[in-house]
């Protein structure tokens, strides 16, 4: 049980540091630009993925130190708190579980699915974090939270841009 533990650690750890995000995030983007249903929502994936921009803004702002035993140092990313890895888990894959509700794009074994990876994703990565010694537990949280924050304005923005869509549609029928 241990090592296939250690195994998905290492998975959802290495999805967080490798090329895959910003692949995941534009091919999503297209997919969603190629209906040309959904361009307000391509947009919306994008700022999701900026999410780690925005915990950079905050490590920088803290500056906390990571454990002292990492298995790696990068020079842009020496701060610890909060883990941009759970605040870009919380934001990108919690917007895609909102969208596959909203959007009811996909048939509904599909959207459990995508759902339920997303869900696996978003509670594997903390533990992860402070597993691979990358992150104080303190972290992980304050990713969460801020995470959760980042998420909730995006779902504000579609909120809002979609109310106003509505009612210039129904200005314009009238």
């Known amino acids: 049980m241990m090592h ?61 130190p990571r454990p002292q035993v990492m298995y790696t140092q990068l020079p842009w990313e020496s ?39 997303s869900f696996i994703a978003i509670l594997l990565v903390g533990p992860s974090r402070v597993f691979f010694n990358a992150h104080w537990p303190r972290d992980v949280y304050a990713g969460y939270a801020f995470g959760t924050a980042y998420l909730c304005v995006l779902i504000l923005m579609d909120r809002i841009v979609t109310t106003r869509s509505l009612k210039k549609d129904e200005k314009h029928n009238k």
Do not use: D, Q
């Open 79 to 117: 701060y610890s708190f909060p883990s941009s890895h759970v605040v870009y888990f919380v934001a990108f894959f919690g917007f895609l579980i909102y969208l596959a509700y909203k959007l009811k794009l996909l048939n509904k074994y599909l959207r459990r699915l995508v759902v339920l990876v």
């Open 4 to 64: 296939i533990l250690t195994l998905s650690y290492a998975a959802v750890s290495w999805f967080g540091n490798s090329f895959v995000p910003p692949f995941v995030a534009a091919t999503i983007t297209f997919i969603f630009l190629y209906s040309r249903h959904y361009t307000k929502e391509s947009l919306l994936i994008i700022l999701s993925s900026l999410s780690f921009l925005y915990s950079g803004l905050i490590k920088a702002f803290f500056r906390y």
